[in-house]
Antibody, heavy 119, light 107 residues
């Protein structure tokens, strides 16, 4: 069965960076694209980025261009999302989500990682 | 970016009721529309893909319809475990975008 397990909660100061991991199991890692989606308190989900684990190519939402970097490690079936220059508005739960067989449909999600940005 | 607008933003219903949630896209997205259910403190769960495809394991009381700009999620007979927030999401183009959500509460 497919599992996506994310790293634990983080507390960061404004201006710092955070790196969240997502370890995949139960399927062939390089076949399915992975997305990052965040959700601020009381808000709807917001798409951030996508990576093709096979070749490592990425695409980022314009809003996060220059601040977000998505990488992967095929030896451990893990994807990473690093967000820099953090501000209070980045306080949110960050999810990794696998893209299923239907284009850009997010069929499996990680449990979420709360990132709190506070001075 | 494609804007997704859901209505209503919340509704109250009783167990056994038929519930309908609508989602409108700011431009045509063909059938590239997905529906998710989210319970407090949990990740979203895929219910419907490609406007009307039922995700494996999802009860058949959930159904989706529509194409172009207007879409509907229907719960034919609301069950206690269905009280949650529902989101639509377009998968037509990047950036993927979500609706603002519809919270289904107990009447």
């Amino acid at each position: 069965q497919v599992h996506l397990v994310q790293s634990g909660a983080e507390v960061k100061k404004p201006g710092a960076s955070v790196k969240v991991s997502c370890k995949a199991s139960g399927y062939t890692f390089t076949i399915y694209h992975m997305h990052w989606v965040r959700q601020a308190p009381g808000q709807g989900p917001e798409w951030m980025a996508i990576i093709n684990p096979s070749g490592g190519s990425t695409s980022y939402a314009q809003k996060f261009q220059g601040r977000v970097t998505m990488t992967r490690d095929t030896s451990t079936n893990t994807v990473y999302m690093e967000l820099s220059s953090l501000r209070s508005e980045d306080t949110a739960v960050y999810y990794c989500a696998r893209e299923g067989d239907s284009s850009s449909t997010l069929d499996y999600w990680g449990q979420g990682t709360l990132v709190t940005v506070s001075s | 970016d494609i804007q997704m607008t859901q209505s209503p933003s919340s509704l109250s219903a009783s167990v056994g009721d038929r519930v309908t949630i609508t989602c409108r896209a700011s431009q045509s997205i063909s059938s590239y529309l997905n529906w998710y259910q989210q319970k407090p403190g949990k990740a979203p769960k895929l219910l419907i893909f490609a406007a009307s495809g039922l995700q494996s394991g999802v009860p058949s009381r959930f159904s989706g319809s529509g194409s172009g700009t207007d879409f509907t999620l229907t719960i034919s007979s609301l069950q206690p475990e269905d009280f949650a927030t529902y989101y639509c999401q377009q998968s037509y183009s990047n950036p993927l975008t979500f609706g603002g959500g519809t919270k289904v509460e107990i009447k």
